[in-house]
């Protein structure tokens, strides 16, 4: 069964470091998704991506935050200086159209820890 | 601002019996719901949907409740396993706005007991 998948599963960083997240959606999915959950909390929306730009991102998604396809199959979040209140759950998702009426996959996620 | 809401944060049932978890929403504009079920360190994985010109999805042990008027949906799973142990999250999307994101509730601890 096709799955998105996520690398790495757990990534700790320094503060003020870059990294970058990696995700492979689906193969025929156009929609692309970020999705993060710190602690105890709830899932909350990142970043939509399709036809190779932003469709919409939320109030965390910040300057700090960018998103990329590099090439045909993998599609990375990167946060450019990362700060302790970054540490989350980071999920990536995929859907064959918009959620307006599907339902989005989601990878198994990256647990980043920001020291 | 809570859109969806799960106001159980947890919830026990017996093997066998009935579990009923709910959800509340505030946006009139939601138009396709979905309930995602979570195990600890997984992402979600998709159980079942309804559009809001539906009032009832059924798929094998889980069934979705839509009560537009109500703003309030359910799912019901019978006859609950030991497996169906995860959290459980209602989440929502506007999809005549062009919007292509989901709002979630805060979900559900569901534990059935053997």
Sequence with gaps: ?115 | DQQVKQNSPSLSVQEGRISILNCDYTNSMFDYFLWYKKYPAEGPTFLISISSIKDKNEDGRFTVFLNKSAKHLSLHIVPSQPGDSAVYFCAASDGTSGTYKYIFGTGTRLKVLA
């Design chain 1, 1 to 115: 069964e096709p799955e998105v998948t996520q690398t790495p599963s757990h990534q700790v960083t320094q503060m003020g470091q870059e990294v970058i997240l990696r995700c492979v959606p689906i193969s025929n999915h156009l929609y692309f998704y970020w999705y993060r959950q710190i602690l105890g909390q709830k899932v909350e929306f990142l970043v939509s991506f399709y036809n190779n730009e932003i469709s919409e991102k939320s109030e965390i998604f910040d300057d700090q935050f960018s998103v990329e396809r590099p090439d045909g199959s993998n599609f990375t979040l990167k946060i450019r200086s990362t700060k302790l209140e970054d540490s989350a759950m980071y999920f990536c998702a995929s859907s064959l159209t918009g959620t307006g009426n599907t339902e989005a996959f989601f990878g198994q996620g990256t647990r980043l820890t920001v020291v």
